[in-house]
């Protein structure tokens, strides 16, 4: 590394909170599937900041949407109508099938307003007595860091002396029907899952899962809330995750892709009365909602349809996921994705998933480890099929390598 390198990390590491490890590499600019660091050392990104550059890093037609609109009109709050708002609500409803929409700013903020939203709706719809509602959730989830969030995560590094912790969840195996059925009481208002789980290593649930899950939830008259806030907006090779088994969700939860990158921006979607429970002065957020938001989501929206983005990452995930599956090298486990949302999971006595990635930027590329021995890979979804198989090359070199 440069001094001016070091200089950067050394003052992050001095003045930031230690809550994140990053890979060595201080980026500057970025286009398309490209970032570039301090140096002018160009790397593809495969992570695409977990999904929220989907549409590709500093898109020219999102950017010209938010410069315009930063002209314009920027914030008002939601004291007031603004001519962005309507025009989402309208724009997202068609494109999702939606028949609701609450707009927030982070993942996290959507996860926890549907958590508010089915309680609601569990007290004053269902008949649930008053502060009983339970919310059925899956083990190694990951659906955010905020305080009510954490509280039913298994992950012990996300939730370990962040306590007490607020009760009404409970936590049963991911991909596990039967273990649902069981947990279902009067009293459960929903069932709160991922699609696939992308932070626990991209995890796919075995077929026939979800049509098993949207039948016990419609025979109990409970919520099925998908959270896509990383799997929505074509990651997987369809518009949302669900679209692979057929089955439609009570509420949907979407961000990262919402903005292309640019801008906080986030949803929750419902297709019945979950959200007309909400009345003013119940919920909201100054942010939510604003012009400026609002305008980007709308173009974040439109590119990924009008230039094809969705079925790029069905036919490129397909070639990637082939790829990787060719590579012959005893490290590895298991390979497994949906989509240009795939990971590589290791043997344990090959080494830290770290050490890969750390190998992987000398060789021009970016991905992220999680759980120790899985490397996630997740590029924009503009990726073509020579910027795949220069990646796969890349890959073949440095996963046939041992960093025990």
């Known amino acids: 590394m440069s001094s001016s390198v070091i200089d950067f990390i050394a003052t992050e590491a001095r003045f930031g909170a230690h809550n994140y490890a990053p890979i060595g590499v201080v980026l500057s600019r970025g286009e398309g599937v490209w970032v570039w660091d301090t140096e002018g050392n160009r790397y593809l990104d495969c992570l695409s900041a977990y999904s929220a550059v989907s549409q590709g890093h500093c ?23 603004n001519d962005q708002l309507a025009l989402f609500y309208e724009e997202i409803a068609a494109l999702t099938g939606s028949h609701k929409v609450l707009p927030m700013n982070s993942g996290a903020e959507a996860v926890e307003s549907a958590i508010k939203s ?3 709706w569990g007290y004053e719809v269902k008949g649930v007595p008053d502060g009983q509602a339970e919310i059925i959730v899956c083990a190694n989830n990951f659906h955010g860091r905020t305080l009510g969030i954490v509280g039913f995560s298994t992950d012990a590094e996300t939730h370990g002396h962040f306590g007490p912790f607020a009760p009404g969840f409970k936590i049963i195996p991911f991909g596990d029907a039967a273990a649902l059925e069981q947990a279902i009481t009067p009293n459960t208002v929903a069932f709160l899952v991922e699609p696939i789980q992308g932070e626990a290593g991209v995890v796919i649930p075995p077929a026939g899962y979800f049509p098993k899950v949207r039948e016990l939830c419609t025979a109990n008259n409970l919520m099925l809330v998908l959270d896509e806030i990383q799997t929505g907006l074509g990651r997987t090779g369809k518009l949302l995750a669900e679209q692979h088994e057929g089955i439609e969700a009570d509420v949907t939860l979407l961000g990262k892709a919402l903005s292309g990158g640019f801008y906080p921006v986030s949803a929750v979607l419902s297709n019945n009365d979950v959200l007309g429970t909400l009345k003013p002065g119940q919920h909201g957020s100054t942010f939510g909602g604003n012009p400026l938001a609002c305008a980007i989501a709308r173009a ?6 009008e230039e094809g983005m969705i079925e790029n990452a069905a036919r490129q995930g397909a070639r990637f996921l082939e790829g990787l599956k060719d590579i012959r090298a005893n490290t590895i486990r298991e390979v497994r994705g949906r989509g240009l949302m795939l990971a590589v999971e290791l043997h344990p006595e090959a080494g830290r998933a770290r050490h890969y990635c750390e190998a992987l930027q000398g060789k021009g590329i970016l991905a992220k480890d999680t759980h120790e021995h899985t490397i996630r890979i997740a590029p924009p979804l503009v990726i073509t099929s020579d910027q795949v198989d220069w990646a796969l090359e890349r890959f073949a070199t440095i996963l046939t390598q041992d960093f025990s």
């Open 118 to 120: 089915v309680r609601k």
């Open 59 to 81: 898109h020219p037609k999102i950017l010209a949407a938010m410069v315009e609109q930063a002209h314009r009109l920027t914030l008002t709050s939601r004291a007031f109508h």
């Open 300 to 305: 974040a929206m439109r590119v990924l349809v």
